[in-house]
Nanobody, 123 residues
């Protein structure tokens, strides 16, 4: 069964940090581009950033560079999203996805999606 599962979501205060993990099963994540997306309450899903299969990083959201970083842990077949300096407007359900390419910020290049992890930034 091909599956992605996010973990690490939760409640964090403004200015804090959180790390999300995305674990793959049934396929080797290193062979794929990995994207992170989010959907805030009442808003459409937006792309955050993506790492290609050759480890080139594409930032979709202007607010992300300098705060969010993506990495792979091939030994664990996972990908991580490190989020620093979090703001209340970062509150959303965060999704990881794996696919063929990063060029579509709407996620059109992704084949597999996780079910999402809720991140709440609030004091």
């Amino acid at each position: 069964q091909l599956q992605l599962v996010e973990s690490g979501g939760g409640l964090v205060q403004p200015g804090g940090s959180l790390r999300l993990s995305c674990a793959a099963s049934g396929f080797i994540l290193d062979y794929y581009a990995i994207g992170w997306f989010r959907q805030a309450p009442g808003k459409e899903r937006e792309g955050i950033l993506c790492v290609s299969d050759s480890d080139s990083i594409t930032y979709y959201a202007d607010s992300v560079p300098g705060r969010f970083t993506i990495s792979r842990d091939n030994a664990k077949n996972t990908a991580n999203l490190q989020m620093n300096s979090l703001k209340p407007e970062d509150t959303a359900i965060y999704y990881c996805a794996a696919g063929q390419y990063c060029s579509d910020p709407t996620g059109g290049g992704m084949d597999y999606w996780g079910e999402g992890a809720l991140v709440t930034v609030s004091s």
